[in-house]
């Protein structure tokens, strides 16, 4: 009986062995993500649309909320164990594709195997490190801000015009808190860098340069005036004060969404959020100009990418997927704009009907940015960006707390800032 | 007059640990309305009771993440945290009584490895750990979970440690007398006799391990696979609106298991068990 | 012959360096296979530069030397100093009080620890953050209960600079349930024939708390102690859910381990994050061994150590 058993048992093994091989080979794809519950769904859809369409294709998705991702990703870099396709995010992809870890792209959107037709140039470069793709933009973002048209209304004061100056912004803050007592955010109290660096690329420089040793800019000038703007609206009442604007908030919690300040800072991304919590009509206005502005600060930036790791076995898989990904309109439907603005340009004219009122105007406001209002984006994050980054905002929060002058202040940014990215000179 | 003094003196008693123990439940009691609530009413009011009450958010929630229902997450969690908190208590008390009653060469060395590792803090040995567990080919498995549980936790031997040694020697010796070995001392006398301290493992280990969060995001990467802590967390990505009502929903479900494991055990604290006859 | 054997064999087994090292074995076994590893690893790290993605460097003593001269490093070691001081007794002292109270028989108690225990189960859930942010913000619930009592307060109390960092204390102490349970199963261990004892000789409550209680608690109490300084020093959720991770403001609730973590995950420097935790683990060794050093003098054993 025993034997039998065995006998058995080997043929089949035999005979599923021999039935796999004959078949088309088969992929397994690992691709992996940060999301919240809306987005896990329709991305989990679209791989199942997708791996209905390729039989021989199975994917296994990785999610995790933004809590952990990162942790998560640098543990499986150290053991060599990546997914295929990762989200990828701005603040990192130069680290990842610096050491070796992401696929140049750039064959495969020149071959067309990623096919970008029509897509313009200022959607994409955001996913460039030295002249190479190693992301493709997901959705675009662009910074803006969110502010409650009925407060303005009840001010009698007139909607910000795209060609407003930060003159203009002090007095229309002022006048809104005379009229109404409805007071304004510090500029930018969870990334005050991405405010001061519009300001910055104004004059025509960025925050980080091209030499990933040292910042971008040596003048503080501008740096003086992003902290004397926001003393000159604290002194007079006009700002909220840093005690309550700091504690960090969920969007429900945000002065914004509790009618205690007329307008937030905010990627373009999360006005859907803004909206959700204040639960009334919002509108988006550009970036005031600084004095003597020599282009637009505002820039667009890729609100999250897909990349290929280089340890994929599947590499040409893995491209096939973004294609359909980025391109086929059914999957598009499903995915909703979710991860911001489509960049390419069929999917983005299907979309623009189909989605609901608040996303039309983000859709709408990026149209407009797009005309004339937008500089191509800086070179990417250096190595050592984000402890500048922490430090730029530590720094902001002294300014404003009082415990520092806006010139010393400046010169301890500029000072620490250096020093931070210094590092990157021994490094190889 | 005595007893309007006594009387008087319970009032206090309890209504002084009533009022006190609204402040401490306050937070709990507010998450578990709010899930009750509509996503726009959970932080407009500061009402505790919701306006109308409302079940959407648990159908919401228990649709999971990823395709997933949360089913399957409460299935898996009571898969891992069972067997870890089994495998800490017994392994536990074993090594705790090696450390507390034997005298062998090189304890103090041992003793001293346990307490390091308690203060090294964990993410520091988290990636080299992570490679190690992977080269054994044991990602995307509960073993290396469940595994390591096995091995003592350090936190518990040493409380059972010191639960052991408040206990007489003379009983040791005693049974030692009758011609017990080490193995029946251990698991007729002490083991029963150390049980406030086993039923404190089991409620704690059994918390952390439900509330485990890194170790499943490391090790667990179908959703699948995915834990009840884990599969919260996925609620927050700090750019768009985070489905609140769905979050405390289930967060409200993720904490009964807990509740019902506290309050079948914490009794046998003050009652059942009881060791007044020992020094008798 | 068999027999024989058989008897050497039942003799080594009885021997206290094989029992000892059979029962302590499942440690043993599980520290050689999976701690050590990591822990010689992390050692290694911490000597060199080690940005997660390539692999480590040696780098001699420069993750240390740089420690000295970074202010953020200071800042948090100081941060956790006052957190570690000010917390752990009060969460102590909080928890046996509660305790004793709570060491009768009665439905009405049961219920009671439950209630108490609960904040404890919620522990670094995302409810508490918001919760603890309502509660100290400057229009929340405890301005307002200043108010009652005639105090009046605009604070953001977890706003300000000066105040941040004891909503963080409180936190610690609200959720003293952990502690509250350990003095519960130590209390059940000391023989109610003590007290009935006592009783006769006509003890009142404190004297019996002090003669009899006290000194049957101290090897909890040295678990405790131990146990929460330990905490007190890596603690890291708390201060994670509370500040989101960012440490606000103005660095005020940047505790070590946040700190660390910051370094090695959001900065990828892996080196200095390991070099910060072996500093650690020497700062907290220091204070155990002299916590250990002490207990001789109060601590009270059935059994003396061997």
């Known amino acids: 009986m025993r034997k039998v058993l065995l006998v058995l048992f080997v043929l089949v093994i035999a005979l599923s062995l021999t039935v796999s091989a004959l078949a088309a080979p088969k992929v397994t794809l690992r691709v992996a993500w940060w999301g919240n519950p809306t987005r896990d769904a329709r991305t989990q859809k679209v791989i199942e649309m997708y791996m209905a369409k390729n039989p021989n294709v199975t994917i296994e998705t990785e999610t995790t909320g933004w809590a952990g991702y990162w942790d998560k990703l640098a543990t499986q870099a150290a053991a060599n164990n990546l997914p295929d396709v990762i989200q990828q995010d701005y603040a990192y992809i130069t680290q990842y594709a610096q050491k070796n870890l992401l696929l140049d792209l750039t064959p495969a959107i020149k071959s067309k195997k990623i096919d970008l037709t029509g897509v313009s140039e200022n959607y994409l470069s955001g996913g460039k490190v030295k002249r190479k793709y190693y992301g493709i933009n997901l959705g675009t973002n662009a910074w803006c801000i969110v502010y409650d048209p009925a407060v303005l209304k009840k001010a009698g004061v007139a909607p910000p015009s795209p060609d407003w100056t930060w003159a203009d912004f002090e007095a229309l803050a002022t006048e809104i808190y005379k009229k109404t007592g409805v007071q304004t955010m510090p500029y930018s109290t969870v990334e005050p860098r991405v405010l001061f660096q519009n300001m910055l690329r104004q004059t025509g420089k960025p925050f980080f340069g091209a030499d990933v040793t040292k910042l971008g800019f040596n003048d503080t000038k501008v740096l003086i005036q992003f902290y004397e703007s926001q003393l000159r609206l604290l002194k007079s009442g006009v700002l909220i004060k840093p005690e309550t604007a700091f504690v960090t908030t969920t969007p429900q919690e945000s002065p914004f969404a509790k009618g205690q300040s007329w307008l937030e800072f905010v990627w373009s991304n999360q006005v859907v959020a803004f909206q959700a919590a204040a639960n009334r009509p919002v509108a988006l206005a550009l970036c005031p100009k600084i004095a003597n502005s020599k282009r637009p600060g505002t820039f667009f930036k890729p609100s999250m990418f897909f990349s290929v790791t280089r340890s994929s076995a599947n590499k040409e898989e893995a491209i096939k997927f973004i294609n359909y990904f980025m391109n086929d309109i059914e999957a598009n439907k499903v995915l909703l704009a979710e991860r911001g603005i489509p960049v390419v340009p069929k999917v983005r004219e299907v979309l623009q009907d189909m989605v609901d009122p608040v996303n039309k105007q983000v859709f709408e406001y990026i149209s407009m940015v797009g005309k004339g209002h937008v500089s191509p984006i800086d070179p990417p994050d250096p190595p050592g960006a984000g402890e500048v980054l922490k430090a730029f905002r530590n720094i902001d929060q002294e300014v404003l707390y009082g415990t520092i002058s806006p010139k010393d202040a400046a010169k301890k940014f500029l000072k620490q800032g250096n020093e931070i990215l210094a590092k990157n000179k021994n490094a190889k | 007059m005595r007893r309007t003094q006594r009387w008087l003196n319970l009032g206090i008693y309890h209504v002084f640990i009533i009022l006190f123990g609204v402040l401490m439940v306050y937070p709990v009691l507010w998450m578990v309305f709010s899930s009750f609530k509509e996503n726009t009413e959970i932080f407009g009011t500061a009402s505790l009771i919701p306006r109308h009450f409302k079940l959407d958010a648990y159908v919401r929630g228990w649709q999971g993440v990823g395709g997933v229902p949360f089913g399957f997450f409460f299935r898996n969690s009571f898969y891992y945290v069972i067997l870890a908190t089994i495998g800490t208590v017994f392994s536990s008390a074993v090594v705790a009584y090696g450390f507390a009653r034997i005298k062998f060469f090189a304890k103090n060395f041992w003793f001293v490895c346990m307490l390091l590792t308690m203060m090294l803090p964990y993410q520091v040995v988290m990636i080299p750990q992570f490679i190690l567990f992977f080269k054994l080919g044991w990602v995307n498995s509960f073993l290396p979970l469940i595994v390591p549980m096995f091995c003592g936790q350090p936190f518990f031997v040493f409380l059972m440690i010191q639960f052991i040694r408040g206990l007489p020697v003379e009983l040791d010796e005693s049974a030692k007398i009758d011609g017990c070995g080490r193995f029946r001392i251990f698991s007729k006398i002490i083991f029963p006799l150390i049980s406030p301290a086993i039923i404190t493992t089991t409620i704690f280990q059994f918390y952390w391990r439900w509330d485990d969060f890194l170790g499943p995001l490391l090790y667990l990467n179908k959703p699948r696979l995915y834990t009840v802590s884990l599969a919260l967390r996925m609620f927050a990505d700090p750019a768009t609106a985070t489905d609140w009502g769905g979050m405390f929903a289930m967060g409200t479900l993720s904490l009964v298991p807990i509740f019902i494991i506290f309050i079948s055990f914490q009794r046998y604290l003050v009652e059942g068990i009881s060791t007044t006859g020992l020094k008798g | ?306």
Request: with cysteine.
């Open chain 3, 1 to 306: 012959m068999g027999f024989l054997q058989n008897n050497r064999f039942r003799a080594l087994l009885a021997s206290d360096n094989v029992t000892g090292y059979l029962f302590i074995g499942p440690f043993v076994l599980g520290f050689l296979a999976f701690t050590l590893i990591p822990v010689l690893a992390s050692i290694y790290f911490s000597f060199s530069r080690y940005d997660l993605l390539s692999p480590p460097v040696f780098d001699g003593l420069r993750n240390f030397i740089a420690m000295f001269s970074d202010e953020n490093f200071w800042k948090s070691l100081t941060v956790t100093l006052h957190y570690a001081f000010v917390s752990v007794p009060l969460r102590l002292v909080f928890a046996l009080f509660v305790a004793m109270l709570f060491n009768r028989k009665s439905k009405l108690v049961g219920c009671y620890r439950t209630i108490y225990y609960l904040p404890s189960i919620i522990g670094g859930s995302i409810a508490v953050s918001v919760m603890w942010r309502r509660l100290f913000m400057a229009d929340g619930a405890v301005n307002s209960a200043l108010a009652l009592i005639g105090i009046k307060s605009d604070t953001s109390w977890i706003g300000n600079p000066k105040t941040a960092i004891w909503t963080l204390i409180i936190l610690a102490a609200w959720q003293f349930g952990s502690s509250m349970l350990i003095f519960l199963a130590g209390l059940k261990q000391i023989p109610g024939s003590l007290y009935e004892a006592a009783e006769i000789d006509g003890a009142n409550a404190f004297q019996k708390f002090f003669k009899i209680t006290i000194p049957h608690l101290t090897p909890v109490i040295f678990f405790n102690l131990v146990m929460q300084l330990i905490n007190g020093f890596t603690v890291f959720t708390q201060a994670f859910v509370i500040s989101g991770g960012s440490g606000d403001p103005m660095n005020s609730t940047l505790v070590y381990a946040l700190y660390l973590y910051r370094k090695a995950f959001e900065f990828y420097d892996m080196g200095y994050g390991c070099a910060m935790a072996w500093v650690l683990v020497l700062i907290l060794a220091v204070f155990t061994a002299l916590i250990f050093k002490s207990s001789s003098l109060w601590v009270y054993y059935e059994t003396k150590e061997d």
